[in-house]
């Protein structure tokens, strides 16, 4: 049996992969000999990041024996993780996303707060413990919460996650606003990655009432060019809509520089998508004015019109 594993989710993001380096760290503080893994390739922002403040990306993982002790951060619904998670024993969880598809055999540290990034609340369990944040670490940390907030745009932010901005930025010895700008852009450099690549790279995949849906989001500084592509989106998301029975798939392109969202919409239930953003798609697209969180005004609408 592996020693403790930590882990965020599937189609890793720079929160996810980042909140498990960061946890390793902070348990090695404690004492505690935990290994930070992944579930999927880095992207080219969190790429950007792991070179820019000096580290490896975690080891790749693809599934979990059984009775494995594991934490969890930047998730917790099992859909989203480690094949296997069901059987695995769940220590503890760091996490800023609702609760949901989620049980334990054992109790369990569980943390979880509404706030814009899974690091904001890893910043606070360091400051809490009197640990000191390393400058490298505070990159990390730093690094995630721009990217989970947008740079701080995103509706999802809240007035900790810019203290922590400000306060990281301080020890990790960056400029956060050209820093995290340049971060941004490296992210959106989409040209090589195919259409089965650009659906995939930040996925999730939740239940509405029964159907299967996914939602995918890429970032752009350039929506009119993203979408010149738009024929190879719509077969890549027909294809996965028919290997894997979904009833729904929103693939939404953000642009970040002025915070909106055009979505190519599939399935058998895009009135869901429809009445839920009071659109009519237009060969299977809706441009979604100042719509920028997957977390926040995606899915709750979908949810609430399933
Ligand atoms: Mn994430
Ligand atoms: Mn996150």
Redesign the pocket.
Known sequence: MEKMLVF?HKSP?T??IC?ALVMADYQKKLGKDVKAVRLGEPNKETKYVLNYFGFEAPELIENIEEGQEVILV?HNEFPQSVDGIEKAKIRMVVD??RIADFATAEPLYYRAEPVG???TILFKMYKEKGFEVEPKIAGLMLS?IIS?TLLLKSPTKTAEDEEAVKALAEIAGVNYEEYGLEMLKAGTDLSDYSAEELISLDCKKFELNGKQAKVAQVNTADIPEMMKRKAEYEAAISKDIEENGLDLFVFAITDIINSNSQAVVLGNATNIFEKGFKVTLEDNTAFLPGVVSRKKQIIPVLQENA
């Open positions: 965020g993001d929160d996810t909140s930047d800023h996303h990034c899974t690091n995630a989970d």
